[in-house]
């Protein structure tokens, strides 16, 4: 059984290995392998597998800068890192440490390998998101998917009374894909995303609707059918009450997600380059997600009571 400090199996750590291994690019980096794992390790300290020198950054310099005889994916096997054992804060160092500003500046080269990474990472509960930044670059850190949206926002679209949830996916497909590489996309892939929903709820209950009508408008006609107004937590007369507070911030959230992406997304054709960072993309997928599930969630419940009675799905 996994421990907390050992969540990221076998099976993903040789995934991940394999890829690195076989990727077009140096897991390195701009920096030599003795360079870049200096940046973790001290390797002057750690012994050298070769007789002719007294530590491992030597031998690492003899054996992969000077003859690049050890193969691509040797860190992953090397006894002294012990790279598929170490606890899961080691191992996701070294990842991060791939995608580092001054190890790989290349912003192309970050979206490509992070999106691999993440795609491995997250079978096991992780991924690498920004933590800080440098002149611009994001530098990375980890963190656990379970406890908050992520970056892979899951609607669990299939449970859903959705007669075609494929817009959906493809609208979260580009959100996930654009939150480092394109954050202004990615922030107008969220109020896409709100938008198409509203209109699917609207359209297979037969509400009728100007086409003309933004978000804000949406949202409220959406809240009417599902009498979001009216929700209450039975029982609780000051329950029902923070119920109703929280879902007038909905409305609040609704209007500035719209906001955002006049802003900040890419619409509209602006003149100027978009200040959006993927922190505001972050931002934009968590504020989303929480509306749609909400939105979604109750239109499931409403229909499966018979509540909706000339809803089809």
């Not at 199996?9 to 870049?36: C, H, M, Y």
């Not at 020198?53 to 310099?61: L, Q």
């Not at 999106?115 to 530098?139: C, F």
């Not at 009728?208 to 006609?221: C, E, F, G, T």
């Amino acid at each position: 059984m996994a421990t907390p400090q050992h969540r990221i199996s076998q099976v993903t750590r040789r995934k991940i290995a394999d890829s690195i291994a076989l990727a077009p690019f140096s897991w390195s980096g701009t920096l030599d392998e003795p360079n870049f794992l200096a940046r973790i390790y001290d390797l002057r300290t750690m012994r050298s597998t070769d007789t002719r020198y007294t530590h491992a950054y030597d031998d690492i310099y003899q054996h992969q800068v000077r003859n690049d005889d050890w193969g691509a994916g040797w860190v992953f096997t090397d006894a002294r890192f012990n790279l598929l054992h170490v606890n899961d804060a080691e191992f996701l160092r070294l990842l991060a440490e791939m995608i580092h500003p001054i190890v790989r500046p290349d912003e192309a080269e970050v979206a490509e390998v992070l999106t691999s990474l993440n795609g491995m990472l997250r079978a096991d509960g992780y991924e690498l998101h920004p933590i800080d930044w440098i002149s611009g670059h994001a530098v990375y850190g980890w963190q656990r998917v379970d406890s908050f949206h992520g970056s892979s926002p899951e609607l669990r679209l299939h449970e859903r009374p959705l007669t075609d949830p494929v817009v959906l996916q493809e609208h979260l497909t580009r959100i996930r894909n654009g939150l480092v590489a394109d954050p202004a996309a990615s922030i107008s892939a969220c109020k896409s995303l709100l938008e198409s929903l509203l209109r699917i709820v609207l359209n297979q209950s037969s509400v009728a609707y100007p086409k003309s009508d933004d978000v804000p408008q949406l949202y409220r006609k959406v809240a009417d059918l599902l009498a979001l107004n009216a929700e209450s937590v039975p029982a609780s007369a000051r329950g029902s009450e923070s119920s109703q507070k929280i879902l007038r911030t909905l409305v609040t959230t609704v209007g500035t997600l719209a906001e955002l992406r006049n802003e900040l997304g890419i619409d509209h054709g602006k003149s100027e380059r978009s200040a959006a960072l993927a922190r505001h993309a972050r931002l934009a997928l968590n504020a989303t997600v929480t509306v749609a599930e909400f939105i979604l969630d109750t239109w499931q419940t409403r229909l499966e009571s018979g509540q909706l009675p000339g809803a089809t799905h």
